[in-house]
C-alpha cells in the first residue's frame, strides 16, 4: 500500500523558515514526477513545485527564488525548503508523486506564517 506522509510544518512569523518533508512507502519518488501544492484557506488548492524523475525543476511565481525543493533517493523522501516565508504562504501543504498509471498523495502538513 502506498502511502506518502508530510511533516515539518508549524508556525512561523514572516521572514522565517520551514523545512517541509514527505516520506513514501510502497513507491519509489525517484521513478515519478513530485510535487508540492498548497491549499489556502477558503481558496482551491495550488500548484508550489516539482521535480521530476529526471532531477528537473520548476516553481510557482508566487515562490520562485525563495522555495526549494530536493529529493533524497537514498530515504525516498522529497523536500521542500520555504524561506523568507510570508504570511500568504499559509495553508496546508500536500505532497504529490504522479506516475503513468498513478496520482498519489498525501494527507497534508499545515504551515501558517504569522505578521
Known amino acids: 500500500q502506498v502511502q506518502l506522509v508530510e511533516s515539518g510544518g508549524g508556525l512561523v512569523q514572516a521572514g522565517g523558515s520551514l523545512r517541509l518533508s514527505c516520506a513514501a512507502s510502497?513507491?519509489?519518488?525517484?521513478?515519478?514526477?513530485n510535487n508540492w501544492y498548497r491549499q489556502a484557506p477558503g481558496k482551491q488548492r495550488e500548484w508550489v513545485a516539482t521535480i521530476t524523475n529526471g532531477g528537473g525543476i520548476n516553481y510557482a511565481d508566487s515562490v520562485k527564488g525563495r522555495f526549494t525543493i530536493s529529493r533524497d533517493n537514498a530515504k525516498n523522501t522529497v523536500i521542500l525548503q520555504m524561506n523568507s516565508l510570508k504570511p500568504e504562504d499559509t495553508g496546508v501543504y500536500y505532497c504529490n508523486a504522479r506516475g503513468v498509471f498513478n496520482d498519489y498523495w498525501g494527507k497534508g502538513t499545515l504551515v501558517t506564517v504569522s505578521s
Open positions: 510502497g513507491i519509489i519518488f525517484s521513478r515519478n514526477v
